[in-house]
């Protein structure tokens, strides 16, 4: 089986969207520096979302503008509607995700919109994507249960990834946004998608509320997958979904990913030096184990 895991670095968005103190622009684009110099080969730069809804990313255009792209490096941005998707290209953003959930309650609370609503959102994006050459990632939240409804169907889960693959999205990643899942809960949902979509093709994106992230991840390396969403430091949550806690931690990740011999690509040292640098900024420390450990050595 490949031993190769493809972290997606989340931090920069996913990990700034819900801070309570403001980020200078500057500091943001310090942080995508220093993460591009770690190894990793996707990293989520901002939100091209509606300010008024976000806004700690509402410098999103100024934070893409600013930041050096290097090779081999995909700077993917979230994209909400086609007025997100002009927004983005505007500045020559090259890689988009859309995102929409697994839960009706959710996604309106998320986006004023229900699914089949966001889903036909996408399609325009998606058809103008395939004609400038842009890249479409897909995110399905609340895959292991939803702070409205609780419990959420595996066959919803199935339903809204197979929409968005069928519609074009390269890759679907499944959110756990606020972090309730357990491993063998985790492993059976990212199971039953496989069963309808290529396992290359999926990612997971656990957030770590419950401290379940790791188990999680484990847990879906074991059933196949080889794409992990992480925040650097585990910095984040979801302003929409209440209760949600941090990214699990990219530190933490590559550290269990190097310990069972797979591979990443990616200097844990200078990983975990970002991670604390980010947290220094942000007046606390650091939220990864495995940060915190290897800064004492
Ligand atoms: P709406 O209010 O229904 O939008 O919001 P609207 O189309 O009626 O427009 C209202 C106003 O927003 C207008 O401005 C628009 O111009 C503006 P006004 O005329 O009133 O001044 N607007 C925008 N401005 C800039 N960029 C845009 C944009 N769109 C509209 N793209 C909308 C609908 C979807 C826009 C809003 O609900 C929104 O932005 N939601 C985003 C919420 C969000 O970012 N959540 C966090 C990301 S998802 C997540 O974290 C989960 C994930 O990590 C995976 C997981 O953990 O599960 C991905
Ligand atoms: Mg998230």
């Known amino acids: 089986m490949d031993d190769f895991v493809r972290i997606v670095e989340v931090g920069p968005r996913d990990g700034l969207q819900n801070e309570a103190q403001p980020v200078a622009t500057a500091d ?23 300010p008024r809804w976000v806004p700690q990313l509402a410098d999103a ?16 941005v979230l994209v909400p509607n086609e007025q997100g998707y002009n927004r983005a290209r505007s500045v020559g953003v090259e890689e988009v995700a859309v995102f929409t959930a697994a839960s009706e309650t959710f996604n309106r609370t998320n986006t004023n919109a229900g699914i089949d609503e966001s889903l036909a959102r996408f399609a325009p994006i998606l058809e103008r994507a395939r004609a400038d050459g842009v890249k479409v990632r897909g995110y399905v939240s609340t895959v292991l249960g939803c702070p409205y409804q609780g419990e959420v169907a595996v066959s919803e889960v199935v339903r809204v990834a197979r929409a968005l693959h069928d519609m074009g999205c390269y890759e679907i990643s499944l959110g756990d ?20 979509i290529p396992m290359p093709a999926l990612a997971v994106h656990f957030h770590d509320t419950y401290g379940q992230a790791l188990a999680n991840i ?8 080889r794409v992990v969403d992480a925040a650097v430091s585990g910095a984040g949550g979801c302003p929409y979904a209440k209760g949600a806690s941090g990214n ?13 011999g797979m591979r990443t690509g990616i200097d844990l040292l200078a990983l975990a030096a970002t991670g604390r640098w980010l947290a220094a900024r942000l007046g606390r420390e650091t939220g990864s184990k495995a940060g915190k450990a290897l800064a004492a050595l």
Do not use: N, W
């Open 61 to 76: 255009a100024e934070v893409y503008a600013g930041i050096e792209r290097r090779p081999g490096i995909d700077y993917p």
């Open 28 to 50: 943001k684009i310090e942080l995508i520096r220093q993460l591009s110099l770690t190894g990793l080969r996707s990293i989520e730069a901002t939100s091209f979302v509606s």
């Open 177 to 196: 946004t606020i972090g309730v899942g357990t491993p063998r809960k985790a492993r059976a949902m990212l199971k039953a998608v496989a069963s309808e």
């Open 218 to 225: 484990d847990a879906c390396l074991d059933e196949g997958v």
């Open 248 to 260: 699990v931690a990219s530190e933490d990740v590559v550290y269990l990913l190097h310990g069972i």
